[in-house]
């Protein structure tokens, strides 16, 4: 694998970071996970923008515009020779002082791998709720930041449990998010999903899913639920930049219903993804 | 700088990790932030164990027993000639694949550095409360995580306002922590302090201050409060364990009362941190 670092392009062995580097010390830094088919990164501008509002957000200065960045991925993957992959573009703050300010930090750090295509997604999930709680209303939840070991005890949790993804409830008591996903419903033949206020990423995907609904005229909205509200649904599902839409088929160990609107909209989704990335 | 990394010491610009770590992908990692004084690293059986507690909880191995890290202390003490500095240790979950789950991951990567001794600390500190919530009852708050973005943006946000600290409050509206410190205030001529269900660190000077109550028969609690508190407390206070004890003289550009019972503290403070480092 070759792997962009600071400006150079290197073999995965010297793709080698400062023990200073406050991405590793504090998880301070942002990524983005970025599906490349056919050499296009999949909807690179939603990334590219979620990634320079959490720069602006975090006052963490991004060491290239975008615009430079989307050309070194173009030779990222011409590098790798692999046109089917998964992006992994992580930002971090650079080395800097001990402690938290952000004074005399940096320059920032810029690494990117082009990871090899993921493996056949399931055919759905096994879910189990989390102790862990997100805020609801959390200023930072709009970013993309590295510090994910809240979402890496969540899934730990769940794999534990036998399951695939967990699935994160607010500090309100609604249903927010999976460890690495959004959370959809379907209820009265409505989408449904948390809004943003509910303390989750603002996916990709998820934002995808809205798109596709109007277009496919069903009718969505963003609304709070329980788990009861999940139990009660016709459908549930999870949404990730990897894999796309993935049906829960269990939560807590209950079934749960199989909803052919989710076909409908992960039908949808593949002619979207391949529509989008045989353009250029 | 000579830096302890992966069982080698190494220089401070030869102290490199992978872009893989899962520390700097993720902030899959715990750290520990240790006061030395003539070669003793402070309270460092409760460092250990906190770190310990942290490894069991994330189902993260420390890649040695923490009586051999001691030992691995002393010698990075030796190599760098410094017996007086700040001791960083920092474990991640080392290098793994792509995505949350912690199954393949690994080995574990250690990092251990002395830095020099803290600057004089400051006689106040000016506190600006943050935009930022903690989670009350979180599970994962009593571990000390390398997931610090919250902490860090919170003491960016501080630092603009030209303040020294940041107060973060939790979901219940409680007063919780600072970004790197914990929380006291002195009312009713008792020292109180958030108890750790209100979602805070338990931080090893936190644990001294409400030792050394009890040592000097000042009353002590942990009990919950509001921003309304800490404005009628008879004085306010944080603990961190580069600096011990510093008193806040502002909170919110409004200025804040002196205890005398602080000054009674800091005393004992220091002839408990002199005691303690001279024994060996």
């Not at 899934?155 to 994160?168: G, I, P, S, V």
């Not at 009718?219 to 009660?232: D, I, K, V």
Request: hydrophobic share 40%; with cysteine; glycine share 8%.
């Amino acid at each position: 694998m070759v792997v962009f670092i600071n400006g150079e392009f290197v073999s995965e062995d010297r793709a080698l970071l400062s023990a200073f580097d406050r991405g590793f010390l504090l998880g301070d830094g942002l990524f983005e996970t970025v599906l490349v088919q056919q050499r296009v990164p999949f909807r690179w501008a939603q990334h590219a923008e979620r990634l320079q509002r959490g720069a602006a957000l975090l006052r963490l200065p991004l060491p290239m515009p975008v615009e430079r960045l989307r050309s070194q991925v173009a030779e990222l993957i011409r590098r790798n020779g692999l046109p089917d992959g998964v992006l992994r573009i992580t930002v971090s703050r650079g080395p800097g002082p001990r402690g938290y300010s952000i004074a005399a930090a940096g320059p920032s750090t810029l690494v990117m791998a082009l990871h090899p295509a993921p493996p056949p997604m399931p055919d759905t999930w096994r879910v189990a709720t989390s102790s862990i709680r997100l805020v609801a209303g959390d200023p930072l939840a709009g970013v993309k930041t590295c510090s994910k070991a809240c979402q890496v005890a969540a899934r730990t949790e769940a794999e534990a449990r036998d399951a695939d993804e967990a699935l994160l409830l607010n500090t309100d008591g609604q249903v927010a998010e999976g460890a690495g996903s959004n959370l959809f419903w379907v209820e009265g033949g409505r989408i449904c999903t948390p809004p943003l206020s509910a303390g989750i990423l603002p996916g990709i995907t998820r934002a995808l899913v809205l798109e596709l609904c109007t277009e496919l005229s069903l009718p969505a909205c963003e609304s709070n639920g329980t788990l009861e509200t999940l139990f009660h649904a016709e459908g549930v599902f999870f949404t990730l930049s990897t894999w796309g839409i993935i049906p829960a088929s269990e939560l807590e160990a209950r079934p749960l219903p199989h909803s052919p609107l989710v076909d409908r909209l992960q039908a949808a989704y593949q002619t979207r993804l391949l529509t989008e990335t045989s353009k250029t």
